[in-house]
């Protein structure tokens, strides 16, 4: 009997990592001539669905924790992307533009993410 305890323990255990993922969603400003980095601490991947709500290009970069950057895009005004990051990987979003710029973020996976601006 208590083989078949631990038996259906373990599977509903095993069936609880294929529920929904949290998910996280904000409409996020990025002054202009700034950028904005999700996810600059250890954590597991995530997947970002971006949307460019701005009248100016964006452009993302994937920027590994322990340093470095990679995989640009750039995304147009209205443009909507989806991004998946890594695990210990960030996302920067960039604003070159003189004025403010708003981005819609979608974040499922792992929501445990820090969030801040950076100077480019």
Not at 24 to 50: E, Q, R, Y
């Amino acid at each position: 009997m208590n083989k078949y305890v631990a038996l259906v323990a373990c599977l509903f255990l095993t069936a609880c990592q294929y529920l929904p993922f949290p998910q996280l969603t904000s409409t996020t400003t990025i002054g202009g001539n700034n950028a904005f980095l999700l996810g600059n601490n250890p954590h597991g991947s995530f997947t970002v669905s971006l949307k460019n709500l701005a009248d100016t290009d964006i452009k993302i970069w994937r920027c590994p924790i322990d340093g470095g950057q990679h995989s640009p895009v750039q995304v147009k005004p209205n443009e909507e992307i989806s991004v998946r990051v890594e695990k210990n990987t960030a996302l920067r979003i960039e604003n070159s533009s003189a004025k403010a710029v708003d981005v819609l973020l979608k974040v499922k996976g792992d929501t445990g993410l820090s969030m801040g601006y950076q100077k480019p």
